[in-house]
């Protein structure tokens, strides 16, 4: 199985392009219905500022939701971006037994790490009737600590374009195929390139 963001959904551009240009309004209007050329020029120089300097705030305003498909060692690095939430995920606590391992791994595990888990889950099916609870315990402990990293999990996940201007700064040149990938799919949504400019593939 390989890394792969599905059933993609963008909210909020058009608000939040007007919204852009609140700073110099002295009222608000409800009367505006579709963005105009000088807003998303606004939107567009606004949105090239450095990160941290405030001036791409409206960029919180543009959601979006996905579902995400990555190895566990792509999500321990995911996590450490707060505006990235988890919605729900699959959950190896509810359904490890039920998982093909082998085809939830990325291609790159070693076939003795499969080997081994494969035989622990399949010795744990086989024997998990007969165990006491502290035995049933231990045994799950030793599937669950013995998952490789290369496993892939599902989650739904959402977002705003400004979290995800930070993800592709940081990781548009990563080591990682995985994040390479995440930053070509954030290449692909509405007016992301537009917004970021200079930043794409520098």
């Known amino acids: 199985m390989e890394f792969q963001i599905k059933h993609v959904e963008v909210y909020g551009l058009n608000k939040a392009f007007i919204a852009s240009g609140n700073p110099m309004r002295t009222e ?5 219905q579709k963005y105009e050329s000088v807003d ?26 996905m579902d995400i ?14 505006w990235f939430d988890f919605i729900s995920s699959q959950s190896t606590m509810h359904r490890l037994l ?41 045994k799950w402990r030793v599937l669950i600590a013995s998952l490789p990293s290369g496993f892939i999990l599902g989650a739904t996940m959402t977002t705003n374009y400004r979290q995800l201007k930070t993800m592709y700064i940081q990781r548009k040149n990563h080591k990682m195929k995985e994040w390479r990938d995440f930053c070509t799919w954030c290449e692909e949504l509405p007016y992301f390139t537009d ?5 794409i593939k520098k």
């Open 28 to 32: 608000l209007s409800n009367n505006i």
């Open 40 to 65: 998303f020029s606004r939107a567009k120089a606004l949105a090239g500022s450095p990160s941290g300097h405030g001036h791409d705030n409206f960029l919180q305003g543009i959601l979006v939701q």
């Open 69 to 82: 498909y990555a190895p566990l060692y792509w999500w321990k690095q995911a996590q450490r971006y707060h």
């Open 98 to 138: 039920q998982f093909n391992v082998r085809e939830n791994c990325v291609p790159e595990v070693d076939e003795i790490v499969l080997s081994r888990i494969e035989f622990l889950i399949n010795d744990f099916k086989e024997h998990s009737n007969k165990y006491s609870k502290r035995e049933f315990e231990e």
């Open 195 to 199: 917004l970021l400019g200079k930043e």
